[in-house]
């Protein structure tokens, strides 16, 4: 079983900043991906960033130049900084790792991310 612990979620003003992480534990023989989705109320779940075990990086188009994603493989965790945020940001943020040859998917619980003046 694997287990995800998010952070760092909160209410930030339009053009502020925060720090989500996720630390996973558990039965982690092989992360291949980690990444994180967001879900606003009234709509579908979608891919912010996600970033590989090499360091690869995608991210959505909306959120280029403005999100960052990194990992600390030797902790397991991985970040989204979030810079110029923006009130269409508003969403539940979901950290997602797949793990293992059949890519597992795995969901933190989400972290609420309010930009609102």
């Known amino acids: 079983q694997v287990q995800l612990v998010e952070s760092g979620g909160g209410l930030v003003q339009p053009g502020g900043s925060l720090r989500l992480s996720c630390s996973a534990s558990?039965?982690?023989?092989?992360?291949?991906?980690m990444g994180w989705y967001r879900q606003a109320p009234g709509k579908q779940r979608e891919l912010v960033a996600i970033i590989s075990n090499d360091g690869t990086t995608n991210y959505r188009e909306s959120v280029k130049g403005r999100f960052t994603i990194s990992r600390d493989n030797a902790k397991n965790t991985v970040y989204l900084q979030m810079n110029s945020l923006k009130p269409e940001d508003t969403a539940v943020y979901f950290c997602n790792v797949r793990v293992g040859a059949a890519l597992t998917n795995y969901w933190g619980q989400g972290t609420q991310v309010t930009v609102s003046s």
């Open positions: 558990g039965r982690l023989a092989s992360i291949y991906f």
